[in-house]
């Protein structure tokens, strides 16, 4: 084997955190190496996540559109659609961007290797090529970003066929008539929307009594309710005793309470499981936590200074804009660079319809201050909402006690992913409720929605004003 090759900073992955750590380590003129097991840059935010998935919404949505604003054809959906024909522009979109992210590393003067990389030591890596060729590569910073890959319950026997998990559910040929998916995560939550909208039966089983607990309560009634009025079903409460693919045409789930649910298709997802175990870290004398994750301090440190850990590999949020964000972050801080004020993290999921949040939700701000002020604004109150047909949405603004600061934004509705990032920045300015209603929104657009809501607490403000006076 030949001697090993120095670089200042090595990153193990390049999904979004890798990337983004490669590259602000050498705009900061380092001498950086990406090592990646796949033959494509970008990791399953690009091939098996973020990017297929809202393709394959993007089409749902169409149609959606198609038969809402037709009311002279009677458009549906044809059974037995191929998939393929739904995702017709994710390989131009993954090419697209393959190709982008490569020029970028390459302009940066970025080291590419294709193949695995395991520790020797804590400053040694070994990579093994696909051709079989190991190579050695020390490094003075090394950031591990490998990601994660889909939970494998035990028990579920996923065969990719039948029972699928996320990264191969869109390998399926025709769209299914129904589809049972396991899980009240985001992903699961995503898909089931994004396959009622197509027309597909879809039952959704969790144990919980609501999908995404970890949303406000109101935005998820409403997301269910749109859900349920699709066509979809939500199993609350609910835990799965056995499935089986019973050998002709249907999965057959059985739940505890006896129920049984047959479907065409099963997606299992039900959460995600780091990519740790292949890099040998024992060599290194970092331990994973009980959760299979990497322990790190804010600046994604781990208990040895030169050795980071980014992205998915880290557990929750597990978004890819909170994992370029800990790669940008880990690579200043390992280079003694400013990481810049850390702000919220804002969550955007992209269900049919939409939701985002940013800061406190109501539970949270109660739980904080005891009493908050919401403001609300419905989306068929707005005029774009009308003119657009985007009726089905609310935008909360949690503002502190006196009505005055803002503490938090939840948005339901079409949009509400990009309408976030309003909140966000004025959240990060320490922004008054007042500024929204004094500062002009164009018109019509649903970011008025924040207007109206702000008004809206403006209101409660001046009651309660009136009630203390008298
Ligand atoms: C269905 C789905 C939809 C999603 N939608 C969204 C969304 O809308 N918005 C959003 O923000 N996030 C979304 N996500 C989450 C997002 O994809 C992940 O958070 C993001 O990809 C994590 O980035 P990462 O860089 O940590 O890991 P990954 O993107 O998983 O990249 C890790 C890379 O490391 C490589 N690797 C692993 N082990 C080794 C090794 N030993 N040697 C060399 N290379 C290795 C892998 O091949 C991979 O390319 C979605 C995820 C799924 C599954």
């Known amino acids: 084997m030949s ?11 390049s999904g979004p955190a890798g990337q983004k750590a490669a590259i602000q380590g050498a705009k900061a003129g380092k001498r950086v190496a990406v090592i990646e097991r796949e033959p494509g840059i970008g990791g399953g935010c ?16 169409q149609l959606e559109r198609t038969k809402q604003s037709s009311t002279t054809l009677d458009v549906c959906v044809p059974p037995n659609i191929p998939v393929a024909a739904l995702m017709r522009r994710v390989d131009d979109v993954v090419k697209a961007h393959g190709l982008y992210m490569e020029n970028q590393l390459r302009r940066n003067g970025i080291s590419f290797f294709h193949g695995r990389a395991k520790f020797c030591s804590a400053t040694l890596i070994e990579m093994l090529s696909i051709d079989g060729v ?10 591990i970003a490998t990601g994660s890959r889909p939970r494998a319950p035990v028990g579920i026997p996923i065969d990719h066929e039948n029972i699928l998990d996320s990264d191969s559910i869109l390998s399926m040929i025709y769209l299914p008539r129904s589809l049972t998916v396991l899980g009240g995560g985001v992903v699961a939550s995503e898909y089931a929307s994004i396959f009622a909208a197509l027309g597909v039966h879809v039952t959704l089983v969790d144990r919980a009594d609501r999908p995404l607990q970890f949303l406000d309560e109101e935005l998820v009634r409403m997301f269910v309710q749109s859900f349920e009025q699709g066509g979809g079903r939500y199993c609350a409460g609910q835990a799965v ?47 994973l ?35 370029m964000e800990q790669g940008r972050r880990a690579v200043c801080h390992a280079l003694g660079l400013p990481e810049g004020r850390s702000s919220d993290i804002p969550i955007g999921i992209y269900t049919i319809p939409e939701m985002a949040s940013i800061g406190l939700d109501e539970a949270a701000g109660r739980a904080r201050y005891r009493e908050v002020m919401v403001g609300r604004a419905r989306f ?8 657009s047909g985007i009726c089905n949405g609310l935008l909360k603004l949690v503002a502190d006690p006196t009505g005055e600061y803002l503490l938090g934004v939840q948005i339901v509705g079409e949009g509400a992913t990009e309408l976030i990032h309003v ?18 929104f164009n018109f019509p657009t649903l970011a008025e929605g924040y207007r109206i809501a702000a008004l809206d607490i403006l209101g409660q403000r001046q009651k309660r004003l009136a009630s203390t006076a008298a």
């Open 46 to 61: 690009v091939y098996r996540g973020t990017i297929p998935s809202k393709t394959l919404r993007e089409s749902a949505l």
């Open 241 to 287: 005793k056995d499935v089986r693919w019973d050998g002709i045409s249907q999965v057959v789930t059985t739940l505890l309470d006896g129920q049984m649910i047959r479907s065409d298709k099963m997606l299992v997802a039900v959460g995600r499981q780091p990519n740790l175990e292949d890099l040998n870290l024992s060599a290194t004398g970092l331990t």
């Open 423 to 440: 909140g966000q920045i004025a959240l990060q300015h320490a922004g008054t409720i007042d500024s929204f209603v004094e500062n002009i």
């Open 3 to 13: 001697p090993a090759t120095h670089y200042d900073i090595v990153v193990i992955g």
């Open 134 to 143: 190991k190579q050695l590569i020390t490094a003075d910073t090394i950031v």
């Open 380 to 387: 068929d109150e707005i005029a774009r909402g009308q003119i």
């Open 289 to 323: 936590t009980e959760k299979g994750t990497l322990a790190v301090n804010e600046h994604c440190q781990t208990a040895i200074p030169h050795i980071y850990g980014v992205g998915d590999l880290l557990g929750p949020p597990g978004l890819a804009s909170s994992a």
